[in-house]
């Protein structure tokens, strides 16, 4: 690494960037400077190397994993993935605590809106480096309260992101509303971990939470969505946690029309296939394997599982949470 090299801490991962061209290092600053949450272990490092490519890489096929933007390979050197317009990371080395990766953007393409998929590349950097750590990315929400803990989960637009803030709302605190880390213990207890405290809202919910203001001032979540980013301490001070034990697993659905809440219990089998769908499972059976044994044993732990379905405008009804906690 050189001497221009910015160092980040993404939850239990370390980040050195180095960056050949101010705007890699202004879009990868603004990824992760989003990651605001404290971590007393010793972080695991990933090095990154981003610079610009005469050409678009060769592409990968997806034998790994196939994201929306995104294809990913197994190779000799280690994983290797490419984007939609031509850029690719490219696993290097792995040592005692720490791995680096070379990430190379076509250089007609940084001046276009596809250096959004810059952000695809970095964040499989970070996958990789909380696996590396111990940890499960889980693509889910949580809040916990008075030693209650629950895991949301929802298919993306699935209302996940604003029960979470109206759960905050009510008294609830925290851990993040889209991504979390998993893990079970010695013990056999899971764990939960923040990674952000904030919250992804459609500027919808203003009608439900007007204390959160004119969502349209502010920042896009991302490019592809109308969702804006809200922090939770600048809405409700003091309502955000870093770790807990969960205790339930909750399915969350959106039902667009203007029904009550419908809440009812899932079977372990249901709780062990939600939580799956929160996790991308690549086609590695070794990395696979470990990520279905942490759901199955957060789930083998003791977690209760609901379904819990929400009409469109039921966070108008005080009702609404009133019934959950009482499912609980």
Known sequence: MNATSTTFLVGPVRVTLDATLPAFERRVDE???????????????????????????????????TCSRMDIDTTPRGLYATTLCGASAQFEEKWDGGESWTIGFPADQIDTPAIDQLEDLVGLALVSGWRA??????????VTRGGTCLLLCAMSGGGKSTLTAALVRDGWQTLGDDKLLLRVGPGGL???????????????????FPEVGDLELQPRYSAWTVKRKVYADDVWPGRTAQRARPTHIIRVRRDLERVPIRIAPLSAEEMFRTLIGQIAIPKDSQ??????????????????????????????DPATLAALTAAL
């Open 31 to 65: 990824q992760l400077q989003i990651f605001k949450t404290s971590w007393d272990a010793s972080p695991y490092e990933v090095r990154l190397r981003v610079q610009s490519v005469p050409a678009p890489a060769v592409a990968a096929r997806g034998t790994y994993l």
């Open 133 to 142: 750590a111990g940890w499960t990315p889980v693509h889910g929400a949580a």
């Open 190 to 208: 899971p764990e939960v971990a923040a990674l952000l405290h904030s919250f992804n809202l459609h500027p919808k919910t203003r009608e439900w």
């Open 287 to 316: 990395v696979a394997a470990a990520a279905m044994r942490t759901a199955s044993r957060a789930v083998r732990s003791g977690l209760r599982g609901l379904d819990v379905v929400i009409g469109e405008d039921a966070y108008q």
